[in-house]
């Protein structure tokens, strides 16, 4: 499986992004796409998670409410729409692709990692 990110870029505060994750490969065996960020100096987390085999989303506490993941299953393609950005939100975003279901997905286990997308906000 490959995944290749696009959409990141320079936001002022308030502001919306929205990123883009395409899957090619063998990606009948996936059972779940996620969304992780790090920030320097900080560990990487999980953003949101969605389940590629009936939809159902697991987003953070901290972004609940201002970041949507949804899928493509035609396109293979999944999108984080972030809303409501803070700088607190400035990290390089990468898209992750897992044949465990969501609640299993840890930073230090993913399957398949796309490169990165750097999304900063300014105040």
């Known amino acids: 499986v490959q995944l290749v990110e696009s959409g990141g870029g320079e936001v002022q505060a308030g502001g919306s992004l929205r990123l883009s994750c395409a899957a090619s490969?063998?990606?009948?065996?996936?059972?779940?796409m996620a969304w992780f960020r790090q920030a320097p100096g900080k560990e990487r987390e999980k953003v949101s998670c969605?389940?590629?085999?009936?939809?159902?989303?697991y987003p953070a506490d901290s972004v609940k409410g201002r970041f949507t993941i949804s899928r493509d299953n035609a396109k293979n393609t999944v999108y984080l729409q972030m809303d409501k950005l803070t700088p607190e939100d400035t990290a390089i975003y990468y898209c992750?692709?897992?044949?465990?279901?969501?609640?299993?997905?840890?930073?230090?286990?993913?399957?398949?990692w796309g490169q990165g997308t750097q999304v900063t906000v300014s105040a």
């Open positions: 992750a692709a897992d044949i465990r279901p969501c609640p299993g997905i840890v930073a230090k286990a993913v399957d398949v």
């Open positions: 490969g063998s990606i009948f065996s996936l059972n779940a």
């Open positions: 969605i389940s590629t085999t009936d939809g159902t989303t």
